[in-house]
């Protein structure tokens, strides 16, 4: 293969290489995004829960108030009771004695129920903060994975950075001229093989002279539609691989 050929399929290698590491840290934002998007569900499925057992205690409060006051009145009409003087006022006095009653009665089982619903809506808080602690935990498991993957790709681009200056130094300037203006023009990809008569990038067949000539490997050939630099693979021949394997 000549081997200005071969130095630009190696600088693709790592061209490609490191504008995947590039793409991977480019990303990081919208993992984080989504790190906080799933902490935010949960804390506000949190948040709601406890609000919700909140209000409740809120309201047996000011139910417990009402009672208070029905009790308190219930107090004053019992000492009237005692001093009225005549019929009439003790039967009135003792309606309301009962309606006072009643309503302590229909209160008092307000209370029960809120009592009740607030045990739910505890055990939801419960698990709703147990919810919240397991996936905190979980992010925080993903961060470390990926704090340690960001270095890793921080490293893939310093190494491919060191890798690439020197094998450009060893390129023919007219050739990587070439390779330059056609990865800038086709998204970092100057270099596609070619298979059985194709170019597998823009996947235009090739003219069979073209071709011919690509399958020697022995010169710069650009493809006429997308104008990447083409190379070709020999396929083992069967003779070949079974003198390659070793006897059994």
């Known amino acids: 293969m000549l ?3 071969e130095r630009l399929i190696a600088l693709q290698r790592l061209d ?13 934002p919208e993992r984080e995004r989504a790190f906080e998007s799933r902490l935010q569900a949960v804390r506000q499925k949190a948040a709601a829960a406890k609000e919700r057992l909140a209000d409740n205690q809120n309201a047996r409060r000011a139910i417990e108030k009402d009672v208070a006051v029905h009790q308190g009145r219930l107090s004053k009409f019992r000492d009237q009771l005692m001093a009225v003087k005549t019929n009439i006022e003790y039967q009135a ?6 309606y006072a009653q009643r309503e302590v009665k229909a209160l008092e089982d307000k209370i029960l129920e809120q009592m009740m619903e607030a045990d739910d809506l505890t055990a939801a808080l419960k698990r709703a903060e147990v919810d919240l602690a397991s996936e905190q935990k979980a992010v925080e498991s993903e961060r470390r994975v990926l704090s340690g993957e960001l ?6 681009i310093e190494q491919v950075a060191k890798a690439r200056a020197e094998l450009v130094a060893s390129l023919d300037p007219k050739v990587l001229a070439v390779f330059d203006i056609v990865s800038k023009r086709r998204n970092g ?10 170019c597998t990038i823009c996947h235009v067949r090739l003219r069979p002279q073209v071709f011919n000539t690509v399958r020697r490997n022995e010169e710069i050939v650009q493809c006429d539609t997308c104008n990447r630099i083409l190379y070709f693979t020999p396929v083992a021949s069967a003779s070949a691989e079974s003198a390659a394997q070793p006897a059994s």
Do not use: F, N
Request: aromatic residues 2%.
């Open 3 to 5: 081997p200005d050929l």
């Open 16 to 28: 490609s290489a490191a504008s995947d590491a590039q793409r991977w840290l480019a990303d990081e």
């Open 93 to 98: 006095v003792q309606k309301e004695i009962e």
């Open 151 to 156: 270095t890793g790709q921080k490293e893939v």
């Open 189 to 198: 990809v100057a270099v596609a093989e070619a298979r059985d008569g194709i």
